[in-house]
């Protein structure tokens, strides 16, 4: 959907480099969320976000860091990347959380190859 | 704690009916949900249970029984489109985020 975009779509970085990735939405929702997916594991929670400054980390935060100063955007920055960083990268927005009736709208996908 | 399974690949021909099963173990729950990602994708939001039974919508019903933390997904008329991966998801301890199983890979063949 048109309501939440990723950038970039896809990066090749260095190992050690920091990397910085951008969600942005235009629904005004509350919540955000990061999520990594690789093969075998499935999507897994990284970080997330409940409001401007609100954040908190998931099941598997380590080497990643997250900020939320504006309602629409959540950035998710690898301080030092390495290879076991390699995946495609999802961020979902919601405007209820895990609430009944509203699912999460993600977007599209950043895939990072770190070599 | 919280985990989440599912059967990793399943097969079927066009016109079939199949059924993907979603086991979970939480300590707490506020429903349950499916999605549907193609290949090179993002994930759809499909379908939310909440209540035990059966919710349908069109030929993709979703059931849920909370006592024996079962849910399971029916395609109904299976067509080559319907080839794709499904997530199972449930809310976390804390009810803030979705916690995914790892996905069932379904492939439809004609």
């Known amino acids: 959907d048109a309501g939440i975009t990723q950038s970039p779509r896809h990066k090749v970085t260095e190992t050690g480099t920091p990397v910085t990735l951008r969600c942005h939405q235009t629904?005004?929702?509350?919540?955000m969320y990061w999520y990594r997916q690789d093969p075998g594991h499935g999507l897994r929670l990284i970080h997330y976000?409940?409001?401007?400054?609100?954040?908190d980390k998931g099941e598997v935060s380590d080497g990643y860091s997250v900020s939320r100063s504006k309602t629409e955007d959540f950035l998710l920055t690898l301080e030092s990347a390495t290879s076991s960083q390699t995946s495609v990268y999802f961020c979902a927005i919601s405007e209820g959380g895990t609430d009944a009736n509203y699912g999460y709208t993600f977007g599209s996908g950043t895939r990072l190859t770190v070599v | 704690g919280q985990n989440i399974d599912q059967p990793t690949e399943m097969t079927a021909t066009e016109g079939a009916i199949v059924q993907i099963n979603c086991t979970y173990q939480t300590s707490g729950f506020n429903g349950l949900f499916w999605y549907q990602q193609h290949a090179g994708e993002a994930p759809t939001f499909l379908s939310y249970n909440v209540l035990d039974g059966l919710e349908e919508k069109g030929r993709f019903s979703s059931f849920l029984s909370r006592s024996k933390g079962y849910s399971y997904l029916l395609l109904k008329e299976l067509q080559m489109k319907d080839s794709a991966s499904y997530l199972c998801a449930a809310p976390n301890q804390a009810g803030t985020a979705l916690i995914f199983g790892k996905g069932t890979t379904l492939s439809v063949s004609s």
């Open positions: 976000s409940y409001g401007v400054k609100d954040t």
């Open positions: 629904e005004n929702h509350r919540y």
